[in-house]
Each structure stands twice: as structure tokens, then as C-alpha cells.
């Protein structure tokens, strides 16, 4: 009798890193949520750049180059710049809002996040949040932190991710595990600009396409109105 070999989950995608690492353990929240469809759209795009799946086309705009990804995730996004090319905050409309649940069911699966059943007031059912087992989340804040504080040269995942994080405009919400100094204010910025470090100079593509949309999503939380 023959054993089939048991079926190897694929690594996670740069959106569910992002959501992990917003999601607060002490309060079962996510950090950001009023304006957390931009920033998870801006994750999608930033991992089809790095998978060499986008380019950067006329006017600023960005299209979709090479085959389509695999994953379910970012598929959508790719079709939609297959199309033609579009400005990166039309994109960013047209994917970001649908994305949040299904990012969030993956974290479960794999544990990260758990889901607990608990009553409000005795009467309604309702799910709380909880970190889950699997200590990812640690192992991503560790990442950033070594990016933003102790002056290492990240990986280009780290880096887009770290900038995502500046972008999102939360990283002060990370003052006990990054300290909101000067300094790290500094080198936020310089990664959201693409400036990655000497080692990442041949990935200059797609350093210009990852700083193009995390430009557009600093820009697109900038300018949304205040009653949000």
C-alpha cells in the first residue's frame, strides 16, 4: 500500500503577510481599517511586481506583463491590467474592497489568526479575533524591525512590506516593538521610495513598480475625506 504524499500549502501571499502584522493581538482589531482596502490592494500589486507579473506603462499607469499567477489572491488583479493599462489608484478601487475577508479566511486556515464564537450582551453571536499558534506574525515584525531599526539591508519582500507598513500610516500603532523616531521615520520613507539598499539594484523594475504603488496609496489615504 502506497502513501500519497501529503499536499504542501503555498507560502503565503505579501497581502496575507500585511494583514497579519496589522492585526492587533491585544484588541482583536485591524489596524487602519477605514482606509485598509487601499493598503491591501497595494500588497496584491506589490506582489505581482515582485513575481515580475507588472510593469510600468505610459502616464505612470502599470499593466500586467508575462503569465498569469497561480494563486487566487492576485489572479483578479492581473486579469483586470491584462485589459489594458491603468492608473494604480483605479486599480487599487477596483480590487481593495472584496479583498479583506478572503485574506483573513487564508489566516485562519493556516493559523495565524483564530476565529472564537462568544455572545454580545448575552444575546447575539459574534467572532472575536485572537492570534493564532503559529508565531508568524512575530517572525514578520522581527523582519520590519531589523529593516527600520537595526539598519539591515532587507529582502525585497521585506522591503515592500515594511513600506506598505509606512504607507498604511499605523506604524505608530508599533511603538513597543518599533519605535517611532526620527530615524525610523527616515528609513520608512526611504523604502517606500524604492531605495532598498546596494543589493537590490538589479531589481530595478521592480523596485520602480513597488514605489510607484506605494505612492499611490499614500496618496489615496491622503486625500480621503475626513468624515471617514
Do not use: C
Not at 71 to 85: C, F, M, S
Not at 91 to 119: F, H, M, N, S, Y
Not at 129 to 145: H, M
Amino acid at each position: 500500500m502506497t502513501t500519497a504524499p501529503s499536499e504542501r500549502p503555498d507560502p503565503p501571499t505579501l497581502v496575507e503577510d500585511l494583514l497579519l502584522l496589522l492585526f492587533q493581538p491585544a484588541s482583536g482589531t485591524v489596524a487602519g481599517e477605514n482606509t485598509l482596502f487601499y493598503v491591501l490592494g497595494g500588497a496584491v500589486l506589490a506582489d505581482l511586481a515582485l513575481g515580475d507579473h507588472l510593469t510600468t506603462a505610459a502616464r505612470g499607469r502599470i499593466s500586467a506583463i508575462g503569465r498569469p499567477p497561480t494563486d487566487g489572491l492576485l489572479r483578479p488583479a492581473w486579469d483586470y491590467l491584462a485589459e489594458k493599462p491603468r492608473g494604480v489608484q483605479t486599480v487599487l478601487a477596483a480590487i481593495g474592497p472584496t479583498l479583506r475577508e478572503p485574506v483573513l479566511q487564508r489566516l485562519v486556515a493556516r493559523g495565524d489568526i483564530d476565529r472564537q464564537p462568544r455572545k454580545v450582551l448575552g444575546l447575539f453571536r459574534s467572532t472575536a479575533l485572537r492570534e493564532g499558534r503559529t508565531e508568524r506574525r512575530a517572525r514578520l515584525l522581527a523582519d520590519v524591525r531589523q529593516a527600520l531599526v537595526d539598519g539591515v539591508q532587507p529582502t525585497a519582500r521585506v522591503a515592500a512590506l515594511a513600506a506598505l507598513l509606512s504607507a498604511s500610516g499605523t506604524l505608530p500603532q508599533f511603538h513597543r516593538e518599533i519605535p517611532w523616531t526620527s530615524s525610523v521615520i527616515a528609513r520608512a520613507k526611504e523604502l517606500e521610495r524604492g531605495d532598498w539598499g546596494a543589493e537590490a539594484a538589479a531589481q530595478a523594475v521592480t523596485r520602480t513598480v513597488t514605489a510607484t504603488v506605494v505612492n499611490s496609496v499614500v496618496v489615496a489615504i491622503t486625500v480621503l475625506p475626513r468624515s471617514w
